[in-house]
């Protein structure tokens, strides 16, 4: 079957926007995303997907940066939470998917889900902040198990 992830090459939901724009922060600990940026002579803190466009990094074979893809999007579709915690997009298409995998820590999501924490709690609170602030737009957001 592959891995899980394969999916996303195919779907790229996540990299579209509809009504509104996403906001993707650059965390600082990434520093060769905030030198590529700077190279393009992009802002090194942000990328802005305007609404009703797609990333401009989001290629035939789903993200052209790779392993170098912002954390934000790395973690998706986990989210950060206002009040500190992690949830799951709903709006992902393969949400459901990904939240019954959590159960087995070997599975693709698990070990994700397990990275995506880890990676977690080395951020600052002010990170955590701006990584929170798209999922207030989330209704009904998946807490995981």
């Known amino acids: ?22 906001h993707i922060h650059v965390c600082g600990h990434e520093n060769g995303m905030a030198s590529l940026l700077s190279s393009m002579g992009q802002d090194t803190k942000d990328i802005i997907v305007p609404p009703f466009s797609s990333c401009r990094f989001l290629g035939e074979n789903g993200c052209s940066l790779g392993d170098s893809k912002p954390f934000q999007c790395m973690a998706y579709p986990v989210l950060f939470l206002c009040d500190g915690s992690l949830g799951i997009d709903p709006a992902c298409t393969h949400s459901g998917e990904y939240v019954s995998q959590l159960g087995d820590p070997l599975s693709d999501a698990g070990r994700h889900f397990q990275a995506v924490k880890k990676v977690a709690s080395s951020l600052g609170d002010d990170e955590k902040r701006v990584l929170a602030d798209w999922s207030r737009f989330i209704d009904d957001i998946i807490v995981p198990p």
């Open 1 to 22: 079957m592959g891995n899980f992830f394969d999916r996303c090459k195919e779907c790229k939901a996540c990299c579209k926007t509809s009504d509104r724009f996403v």
